[in-house]
């Protein structure tokens, strides 16, 4: 065989591999979306939950997994944020940060179920805050904490060190140079990989089950006192959400409708993270654009 | 030789002015280590102030460690041992506040390096972080900077657009104006034209000649048309040695020592 029937040959099977990951992911996708999206209405997206009758919404499960999620982000961030600057900017490159790096690594490829189990023990029995939002926020910021750190450390791995120099030599302290002028830079893909990281945040259940709960208490939206029990941004009431509630009502539901919700309800979510994606590629280009051209 | 005795004269003259003779900055001693390898071992010049001096020399030779070395950015690369002395002080000491130093001795680099930021924040930037906050006087400096750099006409009306929309010798020429605009008294320039087309770099040049009444220019280049065209003083390193050290029409008409002719001549480097 000749180097171009080689090619020829090469090539197609890359297409037909390629084509194949395109092919499941559009199954799998048109799948869900097909059998949920009929399901979704203005109704099934703003009201309660039943347990025993048809006609049950996820409007609570919805505003707990943005609440959840907001908070999550919240914690997360300024952490994330900090260390990948340490990381990418101040640390020397010694056996020390080498140990903090793989840390990280390991950390990230923590199984979530496990992250769960241990907000379980250390957030909800040893520091007493029970099934609770805030409980639930610290196991998530638990499982975004490595990725974001290690985004953020790419993003600003990437801003070239002629920008650094440059502001040294306009006589910039390190501090400076790095919140003025290189964060900056970086924003687009630090933005990105905080978007990407919301989106699974979003989807995430296993961490949730044992810290945030599996119960969603009927909320009062018009309380806005954090510190009211039936408050919907009271951070101590049991707060299930979105993913958990698929997975409860897959697992244990009896309401009639279960899965014409189960179906609506993986819609929503699917089409959220999607939705996350989209929004992260189109702010991180837009912003780019902003920040290289008028 | 005509060119020759003029030389002999602006020498002549030189020499009844002691004004010009003022040295703005000097080395005395300084080696550069990068690990356990010398790049520098023996480059002891001195600088007179308001006049361009050019460092030449094959890759490798040692000329941009040194430039480098001179306003402390190879603090974190590199072990720099011996005085750079600027204004009686010893400004290669532990004592100096760097950050406070390089405000007076700029460098502008090889790779025009704008920030992700518009036109008018490249240069209004890094006053503002000194506390120059009022908007007049930031315009005043941001235009005077733009005009000395010879890019004022071009860009005026642009002044909002980001820096990386320009062209390269556009760039180039605004990291010299952001470098100016915080008026230092020494400009340190690493091959600056080496990454432009013939005419940004004669822009760039004549920018050069025309920044020399205020400022003491220190030029790394490639390029020996440019060294001869612009310079005052000129510097031929070789592994990591200054080998020749004196006035550009000396060196480039007279050569005291053989390799300084080989390089000129472009017999090696």
């Known amino acids: 065989m000749n180097a171009k029937r080689i090619d020829k040959i090469a090539t197609g099977v890359l297409y037909a591999v390629a084509a194949f990951v395109v092919i499941i992911l559009i199954a799998l996708l048109g799948y869900i979306l097909i059998q949920g999206v009929p399901h979704i209405s203005w109704h099934f997206l703003t009201s309660p939950a039943l347990a025993f009758e048809a006609g049950g919404g996820i409007g609570i499960q919805l505003f707990n997994s943005f609440y959840l999620l907001f908070l999550a982000l919240l914690i997360s961030l300024p952490i994330s944020l900090g260390a990948g600057i340490y990381l990418n900017e101040y640390a020397p490159q010694n056996t020390l940060t080498g140990l903090i790096r793989t840390t990280i690594e390991i950390l990230s490829s923590l199984p979530s179920v496990v992250v769960g189990l241990f907000g379980y023990l250390f957030f909800v029995v040893q520091f007493k805050l029970g099934f609770s939002i805030l409980s639930g926020a610290f196991a998530l910021t638990v499982f975004n904490l490595p990725i974001l750190t290690r985004s953020i450390e790419d993003a600003l791995a990437n801003i070239s060190d002629n920008q650094r120099e440059a502001g040294y030599a306009l006589g910039l302290s390190r501090w400076e140079t790095v919140t003025k002028i290189v964060v900056p830079a970086a924003l687009p893909s630090i933005i990105t990989g905080v978007v ?78 999607l939705l996350f994606n989209f929004l992260a590629r189109w702010l991180g280009k837009r912003l780019y654009k902003h920040l290289t051209a008028e | 030789m005509a060119d020759n005795s003029m030389m002999t004269d602006q020498r002549n003259i030189m020499k009844f002015d002691p004004k010009d003779h003022e040295i703005a900055l000097s080395t005395e001693d300084l080696h550069v280590y990068y690990g356990k390898s010398e790049a520098l071992s023996e480059g002891d010049l001195q600088f007179e102030r308001y006049k361009i001096t050019a460092l030449i020399g094959p890759s490798g030779s040692g000329k941009s460690t040194y430039l480098r070395s001179l306003n402390r950015m190879n603090d974190r690369i590199a072990n720099v041992t011996g005085k750079i002395m600027y204004r009686g002080l010893d400004i290669n000491s532990n004592d100096i506040d760097v950050y406070e130093m390089r405000r007076h001795i700029g460098m502008v680099f090889q790779r025009p390096n704008p920030f992700a930021k518009s036109i008018y924040e490249n240069i209004a ?20 900077s733009l005009r000395q750099a010879a890019m004022w006409d071009q860009v005026k009306d642009d002044l909002n657009k980001s820096a990386l929309a320009l062209s390269g010798g556009q760039q ?46 220190i030029i790394v280049t490639h390029n020996m048309q440019q060294a001869s065209r612009i310079s005052d003083y000129t510097a031929f390193f070789n592994l990591g040695k200054v080998l020749e050290y004196s006035e550009t029409g000396d060196i480039f008409t007279n050569p005291q020592v053989d390799l300084t002719n080989d390089y000129i001549s472009g017999n090696f480097g």
């Open chain 1, 196 to 273: 990407l990281s919301a989106g699974r945040i979003f989807g995430e259940a296993a961490a949730l089950i044992y810290t945030a709960g599996q119960s969603a208490p009927a909320l009062d939206f018009g309380n806005w006192n954090p510190f009211d029990i039936s408050s919907p941004l009271s951070p101590l009431r049991p707060a299930e959400t979105l993913a958990v509630h698929i997975w409860k009502i897959n697992s244990e539901g009896i309401m009639p409708d279960a899965k014409a919700v189960s179906a609506g309800a993986s819609a929503v979510l699917i089409i959220a993270v």
């Open chain 2, 125 to 144: 930037f890094a006053l503002r972080q000194r506390g120059v906050n009022n908007k007049q006087e930031l315009d005043e400096i941001v235009e005077q």
């Open chain 2, 172 to 217: 180039q020429r605004l990291c010299i104006a952001r470098a100016i605009a915080i008026k230092p008294d020494i400009l340190l320039l690493d091959e600056p034209a080496s990454a432009l087309d013939p005419v940004s770099t004669s822009q760039i040049e004549d920018t050069l000649l025309e920044l020399k009444q205020n400022y003491t220019i």
